[in-house]
């Protein structure tokens, strides 16, 4: 990265030697010419012109010296200033872009620190499911995508939710059967833990009732006849979904441009990703050579049980060696040690409320787990555990303990992802223990699926302490605050309303769902912005506007400081800067 004085010395420097070369061969007129040039270029080097000025704007820094400023300035990918409008106006050159911000709220770039790229981006050309209330909801939208794309191939898509199917909770093949007899549907649960198939699909995948359960999946069947419903949870889901058409390089490469447009203009500069990814790392990077990403990647490596191998080792170090920079990056892995609440494979301390004969349970061996999670941490690179239920949280947090114990490290930053249950006695272990608590806002929206399916699953209890972002944060964790896209949108603007209202758009429950754990907008913020930036081990460089750090920052449609929390969602992103560049820029209305 060249800053301003590193740039003005490159460039005087060769120029005095030149000019020294000049004074020995006695070439007066040329001398004249360059002494003339070089007076202008150590006037100019007094205030070096920004490239970029950002005018007349509400900047929160999130740097909590100077929360509030007026105006930036921006050289190459960083930011070199930041103040009033006076002072940065002395900034402004010939070739200086000024962007007038008309008092509009800027704002860090805002980073999702829980994604799946590749997936949700391919996930915006597929039938999308997310709003539909009930099943002739969703066989509209279905008979809608068939009619835009017709033939006899696959039908793919997702975003339904368990409280679609009423009292079944899940869903069936019987509403996909009629529609669609000869072409095969495949859609994937919102929450990516179970899938729904058609016969037509089963078919093609063989599966009947003898079908044995694959390891840490089921089948569902229906308990008279024993036959397949068309449901299928967890690893049952790529029975089916193997069998699914792959997109093209091509195909791919379309798909992630899209995302990142799509990411760019709800605001977002950065990314965690969480699975999926790092498959297509080699794609990512031919984008970045090309000059063609919008959006920062950190990508973790998909860890799956049962153990850590010579060959995860392997690929893990050869990414973190490979990539290292400010837009694509390795160096984390992932992995989960339990699924899901509403399909009971959450792993619990105590039984499920409506089933007591399950607690769920661990996908690792708990040795294995802890053993490769001490490993990693030897090496240096960070974690990022999937843990859900109140037993998977605790796992997870004893190992990071006994990790830091046994290899003597601090300051890894290892996370947690999502925490929807928590023991009482584990919260304040997140901040003794620097756990970062990686959490998603719009998981804990208080719907029906949430607030009948979730709740009733694991219980009045347990539910007290439901996403206890406001009770971590209070005991010294950190909070880092995602989407899961493509589990829901990336929206942040919905994920920052939900954070402070725990209220459903309508702003339902009144008073809100657990409201003690609601927190401030600017706790909100930071979880998006300098949190997640701390989450990521790049709080040095990015997350907050201040001198020094890159310059990914938004400017958006009104100053949520100002307005009723229940209208933050509605919230639009003008223009979206990642490194000096604007990414997106809102149409002129
Ligand atoms: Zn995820």
Redesign the pocket.
Known sequence: MVTGNHRRQSVVEPRLKTLHKLLVTGTFAIIFALANSSTATAQKSKVQPADTVLLNAKVYTENTQHAWAHAVAIRGEKIVAVGEDADIEKLRGQGTKVIEAGGKLVLPGFVDC?I?FLEGSISLGQANLEGAKNPSDIQRILREYAEKHPGHGWILGGGWNYAMFGEENLPHKKYLDGLFPDRPVFLVGYD?HTSWANSKALSLAGIDKDTPNPPNGAIVRDPKTGEATGALKESAGSLVGKLAPKPTREEKLAALRAGMRWANENGLTRVHS??GDFEAFDLYDELRRRGDLTLRMYIAYFLDPPELRPRDLAAIEAARKKYTGDWLSAGVVKTMIDGVVESHTAAMLEPYSDDPSTKGKLFWDLDKYRAAVAELDKRGLQLFT?AIGDYAVRTALDAYENAEKVNHTRDRRPRI?HIETVTAADIPRFGKLGVIASMQPLHAYPDEDTLRVWAGNVGPDRASRAWAWNSIAKAGGHLAFGS?WN?VTLNPWEGLQMAVTRQTREGKPEGGWLPQQRITLAQAVEGYTLGAAYAGRREKTEGSIEPGKLADLIIVSQNIFEIDPHEIAKTKVVETIVGGRVVFQAKAK
């Open positions: 829980h799946h990516g969480a699975g999937h992802e899961d589990v």
